[in-house]
């Protein structure tokens, strides 16, 4: 590991030094192959891993050294000396800005199919998850069963995971917690 991490402990830190939920801002200056990333935060320094890292791997990845990322502080206080970030809910809040831009452009995305139920297709667009009515389908990947078994139903969509489709949105917020809707048509 380098030198210009900086490691202070707790029990030098000024009260309220950091504060578990605020957000900061630091750059990016060590990666530990793919299980986490190290950012100077002037003051000390953060790191993000474990399921914090992993949740968001393919982002995190790319983001190259040197480069400044906000995040929030989910442990200020550990033993090892870093404090505790998450970048999760900063990066889903931008690519739901970012979706919601596309939803009102009216333009086309790829998602990749990653589940199905007898209503349809789940589907992801990078780390976002959403839901392709079976109703949205396009008349070629609409399942067609003789009886409407929806056995059948669900073993048809099946076939369709893994596979990329053309969308656009017709559903979306910037609430973390509203879905989002696809449609083929």
Do not use: W
Request: hydrophobic share 35%.
């Amino acid at each position: 590991m380098p030198k210009q991490l900086l490691k202070i402990k707790p029990k030098d830190f000024p009260d309220n030094f950091f504060k578990e939920g605020e957000i900061v801002e630091g750059e990016v200056i060590y990666r530990k192959g793919n299980k986490a990333i190290f950012i100077d935060l002037k003051k000390a320094t953060g790191v993000v891993c474990g399921q914090e890292y992993l949740s968001v791997r393919n982002i995190l990845q790319r983001i190259p050294l040197g480069e400044k990322i906000k995040a929030k502080v989910i442990k200020p206080d550990d033993e090892s000396g870093y404090i505790f970030l998450s970048v999760r809910d900063l990066i889903e809040e931008k690519e739901r800005e970012k979706i919601k831009e596309i939803q009102d452009k009216e333009e086309k995305i790829k998602v990749r199919v990653v589940g199905a139920n007898r209503g349809g297709l789940l589907v992801r667009y990078n780390n976002l998850e959403g839901f392709l009515p079976s109703s949205q389908l396009k008349k070629e990947h609409y399942p067609k069963v003789k009886n409407g078994s929806s056995e059948e139903i669900l073993e048809s969509l099946k076939k369709l995971i893994g596979k990329e489709l053309l969308v656009k949105v017709i559903s979306s917020t910037t609430n973390k917690r509203g879905p989002l809707i696809f449609s083929e048509e």
